[in-house]
């Protein structure tokens, strides 16, 4: 079945049981702040789901467009990433009908419309919700113990919005694929697809982390249609369905070499691109328009690959074969192949400049490419490190990511303190009362707008502006805490907050951009910070507060904190110390953390002066200005800080804290980095979960993995010691079979072959075992760009090997045995030798 027949057959199937059919809503969300793209095909129908506004018809099914980011760099590796892709599903958003009408409804079309064996479908549901498994038994001819329970069954329209359990249905691609377990079942391991996820909508997610009824619990179902095409035609990889088909037939006709993964990528980001653009994106620097960029970027990249010359044909390729299902694509080829050749022609020009100092990287570094090399790369000729990263990994190299990181937060550190660049007038800037502390929400008045560092009366959709308030709950990066997100609202528009800054002492910026409407001076802003992000961030900032004290009581008053940044997702904390830290003390200094946290300690703050807060034994930084006015921030009686972030109410909101590091970044300075709260939680999750594929791997439970990994050390140690020996003796047999003594011709007998040796030991044991067949004599073996000279010992006194190294290359040695770098053809050296001793 081909790929429009599934559709059609999908769109029929609901549209004869009385589902209004959509068309597919624009890849850009229209209202919907929570997506960079419409990813799912309930996305465009969130307000429905809401209660916010009614739905065209009680029920409904659609093919919507769909395209995802976060797999961005997979795309090509595996088998089944792709950024664009086309979702079929049905909807009752409003509750018209529920499981008992969707479930059989879905089993239905699968098995009489599409007719997939039976034998072939399995089931999973919710733990929780016990209506679903019910109801597949009852409704349907699945086989009852084919219905599975799992945890993962639950979907989330976005970080806020509707959410609700789900039961998905999974395709059987057989024993062959996967691990192997006659016991296996859904979601284990590749064995089983799933294809069809049917939603059951009940609960609305707020920003605020609190979870509410929907007004109606309703359906949304979802099936990629890709994937079904994969199960349909009986294929292992998406890239092989009849809907990539052409593609990849024009991609083989135009190139000149066959490379798996770099045709993946073309195909795939062709057809991203093509929608993409239709829909009204152009490539920039961020948001939308950066993923774009990366796309086309990705794709010139991987067309270079390919000897590919005309990439921007592909999108020609891309528009017949879908313009009939998405009309809006034929209308704007032409825009898609001007902004795509231009974009691609552009990057063309930084490859070439840049690949000349990324060829000399890469031939200085055999493993990790330091971060300053990549940081140079993107200062210097605009490499983005994506495309560093992907170039390395090509070339079997890493790009040490935390040196880049750092290279980049220098070089932003560096363009903040030029304030007079970006805050031109620092002390005109108004300043603005701080609720932040309290409050995650609060009304403000705008007193200054500024756009492209220039003062403006107001700002309209889509640019980027700077906005003070005369009042703001948001927290301006200070201190090592970073600033804070979130959403300005006013009468006309709404500004999306990417980050606050503090230009000087009690001025707050707002730097963002309107994501809708327009803003003016004297508006009425509902200013709203980022809940989840902000507590986030606390939770690391008050365990920071933990992580400096435990370190007094373990290092001693010579831990003195140098410095810190905290994060939503980490934090790291300098201290002085001579010499690293040893693993009983970072335990020590771990396990006290936690200790603390566990012990619940209320959270105080005190307004007083400095001299007091320090007489009372506040820690604070010695290298930092405080005014005489200080805050001091308490937990419980056990540590105070002079501090001016904003941190959890009682410690036992810190929820796990955990030490990922100790390590040394410079002459007496060491740097810890911490995780804590849900970043902690998902490090442990995600080492749980390496751990035990590595003892599934290695088939033993976890708790044997150390004695297995010793054993298997152990074993290879063995095996390749056997393996020397093994050579050692093949040497002896091949050093019989073919050495020619050139000792007729020459003064002293000498032996000078050409080997395979993989290093100087190899290259030096083939020169022994030639001198014990020789007895007395000269031996040079050559072999992969190396030499060895050997003398017997008898002639040791009169013949120095040194005299012949020039005539090899350059090394060095013992009279009787000289080794080094070839730098001759062998056959010349060879000769030059013969001619000495002769
Ligand atoms: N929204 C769900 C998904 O994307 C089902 O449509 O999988």
Not at 392 to 421: C, L, N, W
Not at 809 to 823: F, I, M
Request: include cysteine; proline fraction near 5%.
């Amino acid at each position: 079945m081909t790929g429009s027949e599934i559709r059609r057959r999908f769109l029929e199937h609901f549209a004869s049981r009385e589902h209004r059919i959509l068309p597919s809503a624009p890849l850009v969300p229209q209202r919907d702040p929570t997506t960079l793209f419409i990813s799912a095909g309930m996305h465009p129908l969130k307000p429905y789901f809401q209660g916010v506004s009614r739905p065209p018809a009680p029920r409904l099914a659609s093919c919507q467009k769909c395209f995802r980011t976060p797999d961005l760099e997979e795309v090509g590796k595996t088998d089944r990433h792709n950024t664009f892709f086309e979702m079929l599903g049905n909807f009752a958003p409003t509750g018209d009908y529920f499981k008992e009408t969707a479930i059989p409804l879905a089993w239905e079309l699968v098995t009489e419309g599409l007719k997939l064996p039976k034998a072939k479908l399995r089931v999973t549901v919710h733990p929780d919700d016990e209506e679903s498994p019910e109801l597949w038994r009852k409704e349907t001819d699945v086989r009852p113990d084919w219905i599975y329970r799992n945890h993962d069954n639950w979907w989330y329209a976005g970080t806020t919005g509707p959410n609700g359990p789900d039961s998905e249905i999974w395709f059987d691609r057989g024993p062959e694929v996967g691990c192997g377990r006659p016991d296996c079942y859904p979601d284990h391991c590749e064995r089983f697809l799933e294809f069809w996820n049917l939603v059951f909508m009940q609960y609305d997610l707020h920003t605020d982390g609190t979870r509410v009824p929907l007004p109606r619990p309703g359906v949304d179902t979802g099936m990629g249609l890709e994937r079904m095409a994969t199960v349909m035609q009986g294929v292992t990889n998406i890239f092989e369905i009849d809907l990539y088909k052409p593609l990849l037939e024009f991609i083989h006709a135009e190139s000149k070499k066959r490379r798996t993964v770099s045709e993946r990528v073309v195909a795939d980001h062709l057809r991203g691109m093509t929608f993409v653009i239709a829909d009204g994106v152009l490539p920039s620097n961020e948001g939308r328009g950066y993923v774009l960029r990366r796309l086309i970027r990705r794709a010139t990249l991987h067309a270079g690959h390919l000897g590919l010359a005309r990439l921007t044909d592909g999108i020609g390729v891309v528009v017949a074969a879908m313009k009939d299902q998405y009309p809006e694509l034929a209308a704007r080829q032409d825009l898609v192949r001007t902004v795509v050749g231009q974009e691609a022609d552009k990057f063309r020009q930084t490859l070439e400049q840049g690949m000349e100092l990324f060829e000399r990287v890469i031939d200085k570094y055999e493993k990790v490419i330091p971060g300053e090399e990549a940081f140079r790369l993107h200062d210097t000729f605009g490499f983005p490190i994506e495309l560093t990263r992907e170039l390395a990994a090509e070339r079997g190299r890493e790009v040490d990511m935390e040196g880049f990181e750092s290279g980049m937060s220098a070089q932003r550190e560096r363009s903040r303190t030029m304030t007079g660049d970006r805050w031109p007038d620092v002390k005109a800037l108004p300043p603005s009362e701080f609720t932040g502390y309290r409050k995650l929400e609060d009304r403000g008045r705008v007193l200054l707008l500024r756009r492209g560092g220039r003062e403006v009366e107001q700002a309209a959709e889509g640019e980027e502006v700077e906005v003070f308030l005369n009042r703001s709950p948001f927290y301006a990066e200070s201190g090592g805490q970073v600033g804070d997100t979130g959403v300005l609202t006013g009468p006309n528009g709404r500004v999306r907050v990417d980050d606050t800054q503090r230009p000087t002492e009690g001025v707050i910026a707002h730097l963002g951009s309107l994501e809708m409407g327009s803003v003016k001076v004297g508006d009425r802003m509902t200013a709203a910070v980022d809940a989840g992000r902000r507590d986030q961030v606390a939770r690391h900032h008050s365990a920071t507060h933990l992580l400096h004290k435990a370190l007094r009581e373990v290092l001693g008053e010579q831990a003195v904190q140098k410095g810190s940044w905290v994060g939503p997702d980490h934090t790291t904390f300098d201290f002085s110390l001579n010499r690293a830290v040893t693993r009983e003390e970072l335990e020590r200094v771990g396990h006290r953390i936690n200790q603390q946290i566990r012990a619940a300690l209320g959270f105080k703050e005190t307004h007083t002066t400095y001299a007091k807060a320090v007489a009372q034994g506040a820690m604070h930084l010695f290298e930092e200005k405080y005014g005489d006015q200080v805050r001091m921030v308490c937990f419980g009686g056990w540590t105070c800080e002079l501090c001016g972030g904003t941190h959890v109410k009682n410690t036992a909101d810190v929820g796990p804290a955990l030490i990922l590091s100790e390590a040394s970044v410079g002459a007496g300075l060491r740097r810890i980095d911490l995780v804590a709260g849900e970043a902690a939680e998902a490090v442990i999750r995600r080492r749980f979960a390496e751990l035990g594929d590595l003892a599934r791997s290695l088939n033993v439970p976890v708790e044997r993995l150390p004695e297995r990994v010793a054993e298997l050390r152990e074993q290879l140690r063995q095996v390749q010691r056997r393996l020397l020996e093994l050579e050692d003796r093949l040497r002896a047999v091949e050093v019989g079979e073919r050495s020619q003594i050139r000792e007729r011709t020459t003064r002293v007998p000498l032996i000078a072959e050409r080997v395979q040796a993989r290093d100087l030991d190899s290259l030096r044991s083939y020169a022994d075992r030639y001198l014990e067949r020789l007895g007395s004599g000269v031996v040079a073996v050559v072999g992969d760009g190396m030499f060895v000279i050997k003398v017997s010992r008898d002639l040791a006194g009169e013949l120095d090997a040194n005299r012949f190294k020039a005539f090899f290359g350059t090394g060095g040695g013992r009279p009787e045995l000289v080794q080094g770098k070839l730098t001759r053809p062998a056959e010349d050296a060879f000769n030059l030798l013969e001619d000495a001793l002769r």
